[in-house]
């Protein structure tokens, strides 16, 4: 490159506003420069490895050639800097803010609640807007699409959509909107409601803004003139350890390469960029050949059509499918399987930017296109100094992990895809953790080609991904079928074959080896079913496959249906004022939709502000030998390295009378154990600073990581608990039937999009504290951090504005990243700012208790369960954190619905070497429940009958006590069960799902109906009360603080909605404040769905106190307003500031007797769920869910609905998906959405109605409500037993009927494998003891 062709400057825009940027540096993303340099907060990180969708933005880019304007939504955390130039960035601050005007796609995604926490919410605007700028009238799978890439941990998705859908024409149809069965198509009103009462709606869409596309931002005239008229010359970023250049013709790119071989080719950056950030990879030279045009070519010919290697996978897949409508459908067998693999190929935001070529070469083993391209002899096109040569895509290409034959300096200049041939077919299919999204387990792609006029195979060709180290060919399985007639011995013989060539060790990395060999075969009897039909169609074999063995290639329902919503209205005669019992949108709905909400790491940074990074133990156990910090202090801008010697005060924290290190002082005791932190100027020599530590260990012999190996070497944390009633020893003497079984259930991890963040500011003086941060119990970081800094409380403040999902993951440990960020802001007398990335916050912060349990059931002919003996094995890892409460919360709900008259349960913390486990939503409920609900499922299945016919005849029916002498009355929760079954119309569906089993030989349905009554409350009566603070400002306005922090759940919204009865004026007066522990001291834990009981009744006693004394000068002027009385309090002298107090019931268990009162009352309900289930692949969908709940009187039905449906999908994760891997030496391996996969848009049941029950009232909560937020995640355990059912049926088929173990999550392996198909029967186990696994069988 000669010097005065490059350049050195970078120009773009963003949201309308000129950047130009002179050297700018290679190694920054977007993302952090528009946080970062830009100031625009609104794009969030949630992963910064493209797998959230957090940080999405769209780009528009000018191209000359079409004279158009391409816009696509794209993840900034991958997106270099360097590659904008010419780029029209938009954010979510550039679509629309409160200040000007809300964009329609924020106000309806808020409006129809789909923003709970709101830290994606961001994101899926972006995603949504990018879609409208180009189809502003989609279509329902558009929106699903669109939204693809995009998580949420809080709302379930469901209102996500639907705000969605209100831009979509095919909403505007009563079906569409969710108004039931009867269709205004149809001329039907839906059923129960009379033509005079429309029933409440959660939103009106008639008060939404119109979609105004003169209100986007115009692309920016500049850039196309640019593009038009300037010379493109080369460009050369210098960055501190690394060069950057875009060169702008082939020419000069070959040349770059010749001189730099190992210099990679970025082009997508999403392989490039996961590998710099995750595997350390650092590439000093870096060529980024996106402006060079031939690499952009597309060019098509009878013979095929022809990519060039920088196209981006969504440019691929739109050009094939235009020329699938386009030419005769016998010559696009190999477009229409790559079509195939494309739609289900990472989110739209990869597949916008991720390049064919860049796909072909960064060889992944499981690569979707890959063994299609090889199956279809598929060609590609090198460039490099030498000249130009083809080379075709098979085995001899692929040649390692990540590894191909092409020279270290040629160039893919494109991609060559033939059209078929006649006689040829080609298929391809991919099974996958998630079914969008994921990196597929196993992946394929088949091509055949048959002598014409026969079934005499010709030619075959089948390659797999996810079954070795790179794209694998099964060549001598093609080779012993080619020549013969395609028929049941030839595939037979074929099957054989192929277990013999794939075959995979049984430590394979990634595990799963059984499956993954299963799916090979089953993969292939796809294909050749779908051979056999093709084969029918053109005549060459006379039967088709009949129709229960042709379900094996129908693919799964996908489409969503309109879902319901019920809930009561408000009673007659409610004034119009009073929100109360109405579904207001949450209150900060709207600021999170523009960006303008501020989560921690919105806050501007201070002056002098210093940033943490941890340094954890790479020893499950160990001794401490050093801590060398001395190269750590080298790095520029490292400041200091905090050890627990730096702790001025307790270098421990007390929980439940056991102690727990702040920083590890002797010993470590898990993979991840913190041990020391490094505070920097910047996050990046912080980063390189604690790579720098070096710790000494010595390896303490014989670590413990599973429950089994607690339980031999009896590691526990003490007490273990007991509860029994009746006599089960006696009991079991007097039964027909003795069952023994057990489960698993593995953890969870909390994934809160917002990851563990704070700002520890020192005042300066008097050793004051000011800590901003993300958690759900600021008092107990206030205390923990007085107690560790050695000063009073008084001198730490905690603030919690919003907080962006907890779950449970942001009480305990929290806090002691607080007490070490504090210690490092005490030491530096600096502001410290401290926010995990992802992959931290996964291995430090500990995760739902996997458990075990066992059970042992007496029952008798009738299906009565007399006694039942429950054996609970917790595995808590390294601390006792909360592991004590939740080992007593899983006894206290052993018994779920059902009277068992001798019952018993036990239950164990079992101390292991993994990550220390923590609170999570349900608190031990999720296990403890799954437990005995699978005891029943074992008990129908023993006596030939549905579970739900034994969950009957077991259910408490009258006024009852529990096994703790607990008196309740279970009215309400009989009344769920029987209308959940009424709603679903469970028992005609039951006939239909036995008749569907009956048809399908491949394909099961299975259902499930699950009950709930959930404790509500803390059964440590002191942790019941609240507090609260209510100021009224001389123009009116009110303030409230209360203890409670808003975390998504809506609490600030029913505050203000309680705040506004009880003052008499609207919700639009007042205003709640952060959670503030100057204000509000001594705060309860937002948690155990008590938050709005006991806030809401502080609030209320506040609120009543100020109207009380207002009363007088009400009295004086009776035709005063609310603005006249406060300045007539106020000129009298009346105070206009109240706390307000609520004490909490007087609850206890005590364990010595076993009994108590530990919960205020019981949220009830139940909940049906249909499922299908592929049972060659274990794939399955959530056809249909119905959930009735008994909350009382909702104060919010909108807030409660999205509690209730987020619940549901987390539990729907929790036991069908989620799934924390650690390897044999306890290092946490999944550590990020590209490994643990939470449910996305794609996993919400195709039909999802929630019904609150009418008529319900409840003495002991505020205005006769209930707390919801945790009951509902265990009836996501309906889906499991779903495919529980549907794997029995498929089990019959086998000729197994009788109980069986699944243990959960019930992924798509274990459901495969529980089928047991004729193809996993074929794998031969691996002898247990005679290899090392991949990962421990956890718990
Ligand atoms: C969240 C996420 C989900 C994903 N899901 C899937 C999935 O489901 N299925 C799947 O198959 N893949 C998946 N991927 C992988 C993705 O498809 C690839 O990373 C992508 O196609 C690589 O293209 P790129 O342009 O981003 O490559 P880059 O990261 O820019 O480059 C990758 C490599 O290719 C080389 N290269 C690029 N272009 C050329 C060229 N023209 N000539 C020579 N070498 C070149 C580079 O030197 C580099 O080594 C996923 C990735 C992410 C981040
Ligand atoms: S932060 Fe970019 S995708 Fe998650
Ligand atoms: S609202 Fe989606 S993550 Fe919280």
Known sequence: ?????????????????????????????????????????????????????????????????????????????????????????????????????????????????????????????????????????????????????????????RPIVDGCKTFSPESNCCQANGNGAGC????????????????????????????????????????????????????????????????????????????????????????????????????????????????????????????????????????????????????????????????????????????IGGNIVSAYPNSDLNPVFAAGNCTLNVVSKRGRREILLNKDFFVGFGKTSLKPDEIVLSVFIPVSRQGEFMRAFRQAPRKENALATVTTGMRVMFIEGSSVVKELSIYYGGVGPCTVSATKTCAAVIGRKWDEQTLSDAYTQLLDEISLSPSHPGGQVEFRRSLTLSLLFKFNLQMLHKLWEMNVIQEDLSEGVSSAIRPLPKQLQPSLQEFQAVVKGQSGDDPVGRPIMHRSAISQATGEAVYCDDIPKMDGELHLVLVTSTRPHAKILDIDISEALRVPGVVDVITSKDIPGKKFRTFTGIDEDILAQNEVSCVGHMVCAVVADNRKQAKRGAALVKIAYEDQPGPVFTVEEAIEKQSFFLPQRMIERGNVDEAFDKVDHIYEGEIRLGGQEHF??????????????????????????????????????????????????????????????????????????????????????????????????????????????????????????????????????VIEKILLHLDNAYKVPNLRGRSVACKTNLPSNTAFRGFGVPQSMLVTENMINDVAMKLGCNAEEIREINMYKEVSLTHYKFEFDPKNLLRCWDECKEKSDYGSRRKSVAQFNQQNRWKKRGMATIPIKYGI???????????????????????????????????????????????????????????NTSAVPNTCPSAASFGTDANGMAVKDACEILYQRLEPVRKQNPEGTWQTWVTSAFIQRISLSATGYYRGHDLYMDWEKQEGQPYAYFTYGACCSEVEVDCLTGDYRTVRTDIVMDIGRSINPSVDIGQIEGAFIQGLGLYTMEELKFSPSGVLYTRGPSQYKIP????????????????????????????????????????????????????????????????????????????????????????????????????
């Open 1 to 157: 490159m000669s010097e005065n062709k490059e350049t050195n400057c970078l120009c773009f825009y963003v949201n309308g506003k000129k950047v130009t940027e002179n050297n700018a540096d290679p190694e920054t993303m977007l993302l952090s420069y528009l946080r970062e340099r830009l100031r625009l907060t609104g794009t969030k990180y949630g992963c910064g490895g493209g797998g959230c969708g957090a940080c999405t933005v769209m780009v528009s880019r000018y191209q000359p050639g079409t004279k158009t304007i391409l816009h696509y939504s794209a993840n900034a955390c991958l997106l270099p800097v360097c590659q904008l130039q010419g780029a029209a960035v938009t954010t979510v601050e550039g679509i629309g803010n409160t200040k000007t005007r809300v964009h329609p796609v924020q106000e309806r995604i808020a409006k129809a609640h789909g923003s709970q926490c709101g830290f994606c919410t961001p994101g899926m605007v972006m995603s949504m807007y990018t879609l409208l700028r180009n189809k502003p009238q989609p279509n329902m799978e558009d929106i699903t699409v669109a939204l693809g890439g995009n998580l949420c941990r809080c709302t379930g998705y």
């Open 184 to 355: 205004c198509l149809n001329g039907d009103l839906p059923p129960e409601r009379s033509e005079n009462e429309p029933p409440p709606q959660l939103f009106d869409q008639e008060d939404l803004l119109p979609l105004d596309p003169t209100q986007d931002l115009i692309f920016p005239p500049e850039l196309i003139l640019m593009a038009e008229m300037e010379p493109q010359v080369s460009q050369l970023f210098r960055g501190e350890r690394m060069v950057w250049v875009s060169p702008v013709s082939l020419e000069e790119l070959i040349q770059l390469k010749t001189s730099h071989p190992q210099a990679p080719l970025v082009m997508g950056n999403t392989n490039i960029g996961p590998d710099i950030k995750f595997k350390g990879a650092w590439h000093p030279i870096i060529i980024s050949p996106t402006r060079v045009q031939e690499l952009f070519e597309v060019t098509k010919t009878p013979q095929g059509v022809c990519f060039g290697a920088g196209c981006s996978l969504s440019v691929v897949k739109a050009l094939l499918e235009g020329l699938v409508q386009e030419i005769p459908e016998e010559k696009t067998e190999i477009y229409r399987s790559l079509l195939q693999q494309l739609g289900n190929l990472g989110g739209q935001q990869i597949r916008n930017v991720a390049s």
């Open 752 to 885: 809160y999009m917002e990851t563990q963040s704070m700002v520890v500011v020192p005042s300066g003086e008097e050793r004051e504290l000011k800590v901003y941060i993300s958690c759900q119990h600021p008092t107990y970081a206030q205390e923990s951090i007085a107690e560790t800094l050695g000063i009073p409380s008084n001198r730490v403040s905690c603030h919690v504005k919003r907080v962006g999902g907890a779950f449970g993951g942001k009480v305990t440990k929290t806090s002691i990243i607080a007490c070490i960020t504090s210690v490092a802001a005490w030491k530096t007398g600096r502001a410290v700012r401290c926010v995990l990335e992802r992959g931290e916050d996964m291995l430090i912060t500990g995760a739902r208790h996997p458990v075990l349990g066992k059970h042992k059931v007496g029952f008798m002919n009738d299906g009565r369960i007399i006694a039942a003996d429950l054996h609970y094995y917790a595995n808590s890892g390294n601390t006792a954190d909360e592991s004590l409460l």
């Open 1017 to 1075: 409350a803390f059964s440590d009566g002191f942790l019941n009360q609240a507090a609260s603070l209510v100021h009224i400002y001389k123009d009116g306005s009110v303030l409230v603080s209360h203890g409670g922090t808003e975390m998504g759940q809506g609490i600030h919204t029913k505050m203000q909605q309680v705040a506004s009865r009880e003052l008499h004026i609207p919700a639009s007066l007042i205003h709640i404040t952060e959670t």
């Open 1240 to 1339: 996305a848009v794609c996993d919400i049941p195709l039909q999802f109605n929630v019904y609150l029950l009418s008529g319900s009232d409840n003495p002991h909560a505020i205005y006769s409500s209930k707390g919801i937020g945790e009951p509902v995640l265990f009836l996501g355990s309906s889906v499991f037993f779903a495919i529980k059912d549907a794997v029995a049926a498929a089990r019959v088929e086998a000729g197994m009927v009788g109980p069986f173990t699944l243990n959960s999550p019930a992924t798509p392996e274990r459901t495969c494998l529980a089928c047991n198909t004729p193809f996993t029967q074929k794998i031969p186990a691996s002898k247990q003891g005679s290899f090392q696994p991949w990962a421990l069988s956890i718990p």
